[in-house]
């Protein structure tokens, strides 16, 4: 068992590595691989909240049967800055009447840097593009895991919040 628990503590120090610039340290926020208490669980008034970001939902004028955007923005706050070596990706839940358009072509619900869905935008924030078709009018609830990562001049924060956006569908 505490071989076990060394290991599992070895392996989150390693994940929580990656993504972290020369000189800065990173910062376990909760369980490794789950979301803060507070990215997960505090209400806000948008997407996603954390103590040091929060994510913005933006969609794009939605049609049935039509591609649609939603823009993810993640916000640093205080003294944080959004991590420009972190490899930012979100992962789409399944959705009734949704079709993602992800450039993966193994998982169609997968957005990330690698594949272009991430942009910085500026020191304080990026916005990752969710493309997705509804299949009908009304509203579509679009939601996931969002992998981010934020860093002030001490550490990085890495963390997965779940995100929830309802787009109205024409």
């Known amino acids: 068992m505490l071989r076990a628990l060394r290991t599992a503590v ?10 972290c610039a020369k000189g800065e340290h990173p910062v ?3 369980a490794a691989g789950a979301p803060t208490s507070s990215a997960s669980s505090s209400p806000c008034a948008h997407a996603a909240c954390s103590d ?29 800055h959004i991590n420009d070596d972190y490899p930012y990706r979100f992962k789409a839940d399944e959705a009734p009447g949704v079709a ?11 957005f990330s840097k690698s594949t272009g869905d991430w942009q910085k935008t500026e ?4 916005v990752m593009k969710v493309r997705f078709t509804p299949a009908a009018a009304g509203p579509q609830t679009i939601a996931g895991t969002f992998k981010v990562s934020v860093c002030s001049a001490e550490n ?8 929830r956006a309802v787009v109205a569908t024409k």
């Open 156 to 163: 990085c924060l890495l963390e997965q919040p779940k995100v």
């Open 100 to 110: 993602f358009l992800g450039s993966d072509p193994a998982d169609k619900g997968l």
């Open 10 to 19: 070895g392996l989150s120090v390693v994940v929580l590595l990656v993504g």
């Open 123 to 126: 020191t304080k924030a990026g």
């Open 52 to 80: 040091h970001f929060f994510v913005e939902a933006a969609p794009g004028g939605c049609a049935a049967g039509a591609p649609c955007d939603l823009q993810l923005k993640v916000v640093a706050t205080g003294d944080y």
């Open 28 to 30: 376990a926020q909760g």
